[in-house]
């Protein structure tokens, strides 16, 4: 005769849930350097020459929509450790696209461009001792 192990129920396991990858952060540059072309009208006695120097960075920020709606964004938080400051800006609530835009000295052309939809907030890294905004790291997430 047969011996015969009863068990009792047998649990199923879980089921599996999908989980989405955690979005990897961006990084976002400007170019350091913007060509530009002016020109002024002729002004008696007086020549006129065009530099040939690039404009260098001079700042950049997040706008609420496009630029031209003048909307930028002051940081929601932020701290500073061992020189390091950090500015945080959360983007949560807002309705239109957040737009990341870069100024140039000594000229009033803007770049910008839109961030992508699944960015939440984005965070500048610099260091407090030197005024050289090109060496601020800006990370999104």
């Known amino acids: 005769m047969a011996a015969c192990l009863a068990l009792g129920?047998?649990?199923a396991a879980p089921p599996l849930r999908a989980v989405a990858p955690t979005p990897r952060p961006i990084t976002l540059t400007c170019p350091a350097?913007?060509?530009t072309t002016q020109s002024a009208p002729a002004v008696p006695n007086w020549e006129s020459y065009r530099s040939t120097k690039g404009r260098q960075l001079n700042s950049f920020g997040?706008?609420?929509g496009p630029v031209a709606g003048d909307a930028e964004l002051a940081p929601s938080d932020g701290t500073k450790r061992d020189k390091i400051k950090t500015s945080i800006y959360s983007f949560e609530g807002h309705l239109q696209p957040i737009h990341f835009a870069c100024r140039y000295?000594?000229?009033d052309i803007i770049l910008s461009r839109p961030l992508p939809a699944r960015i939440r907030q984005c965070s500048?890294?610099?260091n407090a001792t030197q005024a050289r905004i090109s060496?601020?790291?800006v990370t999104c997430r």
């Open 9 to 11: 129920p047998i649990d």
């Open 33 to 35: 350097h913007l060509s």
């Open 62 to 64: 997040f706008y609420d």
């Open 105 to 107: 000295r000594g000229t």
């Open 124 to 126: 500048i890294r610099s």
């Open 135 to 137: 060496d601020s790291v």
